[in-house]
């Protein structure tokens, strides 16, 4: 109570939001932005609603002039063939390889050391960071020990010619996120900070956010990528090549239904799949973190990025329990806020 009373004493309430900082002294300011911050460990989304008009007067962030056009169009017009299939090399160039490491970090990031794994996906959605899972982190959470793999097409640890690998310097995973000390898998949402800016190429770009708290509907083709287990098996193996899904959307109301996955299921996520197994196309493990792309105006428009893969049924394909994907419009204010946060930050450093 006493925090509040303290914050109540420099500006109303109501007021702090609005008032310009130019009408503020610098020292009331910075006082307030303090008592902000404590107050987020209170108050949910509090980081959405009342920190961002200040972090807005810091820095601006320069995100991608273009996104979500590859150089090399992507294999879309298959119908439901059985499996999903090999991916047109570089034609989903936000596709990342996050991989991680148990041991000390060697002194370059690049494949020719062989100390890193693929443990998750990820999407490039700056220059600098990566949207994937938190989900990822839940063994490994020092940053130092992920690596970061762009331009890649094949799994496996040998380096191709348009490979770029990052070492990683900052890992944010949504505040909200429990798992596993509480058995709730939602808010499965995380940012990666490259230590070095991603340089667009022919075979590396960005992907595009949509807006905030967009919904497509039922039926919307989409496509899922990784190099997750491509035979679906309990005992998974990664698929050597990427591999790529085209997946209907389900709609929320379907997908919490009793034989879907019920109260599983929250409005922050979205599914997309087959009803049936025999039509086995799926995210599936190995591809947790990686991305779920939109084109919402059909073959004309930019893809987007709209899911981050959550979870599914443990040997990937069964009836009635479509892949779930974090909803990436439901986030939206959360990740500008965090790079806006980031570079507040670094800037405030730097001064």
């Known amino acids: 109570m006493r925090l509040h009373s303290l914050f109540l004493q420099g500006v109303r309430f109501g007021d702090s939001v609005t008032l310009p900082c130019t009408q503020l002294k610098r020292g009331i300011v910075n006082n307030l932005m303090l008592m902000i911050i404590l107050l987020c460990f209170y108050i949910d989304r509090c980081q959405q609603s009342l920190l961002l008009?200040?972090?807005?007067?810091?820095?601006?962030?320069?995100?991608?002039?273009?996104?979500?056009v590859p150089v090399?169009?992507?294999?879309?017009?298959?119908?439901?063939?059985?499996?999903?299939?090999?991916?047109?090399?570089?034609?989903?160039?936000?596709?990342?390889?996050?991989?991680?490491?148990?041991?000390?970090?060697?002194?370059?990031?690049?494949?020719?050391?062989?100390?890193?794994?693929?443990?998750?996906?990820?999407?490039?959605?700056?220059?600098?960071w990566i949207l994937t899972a938190a989900y990822c982190f839940t063994e490994l959470?020092?940053?130092?020990?992920?690596?970061?793999?762009?331009?890649?097409?094949?799994?496996?640890?040998?380096?191709?010619?348009?490979?770029?690998?990052?070492?990683?310097?900052?890992?944010?995973?949504?505040?909200?996120?429990?798992?596993?000390?509480?058995?709730?898998?939602?808010?499965?949402?995380a940012l990666v900070h490259l230590a070095q800016k991603a340089y667009t190429t022919r075979e590396i770009s960005p992907i595009c956010l949509p807006e905030d708290d967009k919904v497509l509907p039922e039926g919307t083709r989409c496509y899922v990528t990784g190099w997750g287990d491509a035979r679906g098996e309990v005992f998974s193996m990664v698929s050597r090549p990427l591999t790529q899904a085209a997946l209907p959307l389900v709609s929320l109301e379907t997908c919490r239904q009793p034989q879907y996955w019920w109260d599983g299921v929250w409005s922050s996520m979205i599914c997309a799949g087959y009803e049936s197994p025999d039509e086995f196309k799926s995210a599936c493990q190995?591809?947790?973190?990686?991305?779920?792309?939109?084109?919402?105006?059909?073959?004309?428009?930019?893809?987007?990025?709209?899911?981050?893969?959550?979870?599914?049924?443990?040997?990937?394909?069964?009836?009635s329990k479509p892949s779930v994907f974090t909803r990436v419009s439901a986030f939206s204010r959360w990740i500008r806020g965090e790079i806006e946060r980031f570079a507040h930050e670094r800037s405030s450093l730097a001064n």
Not at 53 to 68: E, L
Not at 75 to 96: C, D, F, K, M, Y
Not at 292 to 309: D, N
């Open 53 to 68: 008009p200040f972090i807005a007067q810091g820095p601006s962030v320069d995100w991608p002039a273009t996104c979500g």
């Open 286 to 319: 190995g591809d947790s973190g990686g991305p779920l792309v939109c084109r919402p105006e059909g073959g004309i428009s930019t893809w987007e990025l709209h899911g981050v893969v959550t979870f599914g049924p443990r040997s990937c394909a069964k009836d």
């Open 141 to 189: 959470s020092e940053s130092n020990m992920w690596r970061a793999c762009l331009g890649k097409h094949h799994a496996s640890p040998a380096e191709e010619p348009a490979e770029v690998c990052y070492f990683v310097d900052r890992i944010v995973t949504h505040h909200s996120y429990s798992y596993p000390q509480d058995y709730d898998i939602s808010n499965d949402i």
């Open 72 to 128: 090399v169009p992507p294999r879309t017009p298959e119908s439901r063939l059985l499996n999903s299939v090999e991916a047109e090399p570089h034609s989903w160039p936000w596709q990342v390889s996050l991989s991680g490491s148990s041991h000390p970090p060697p002194l370059s990031p690049c494949p020719g050391n062989y100390w890193h794994v693929h443990a998750c996906g990820g999407s490039l959605i700056h220059q600098e």
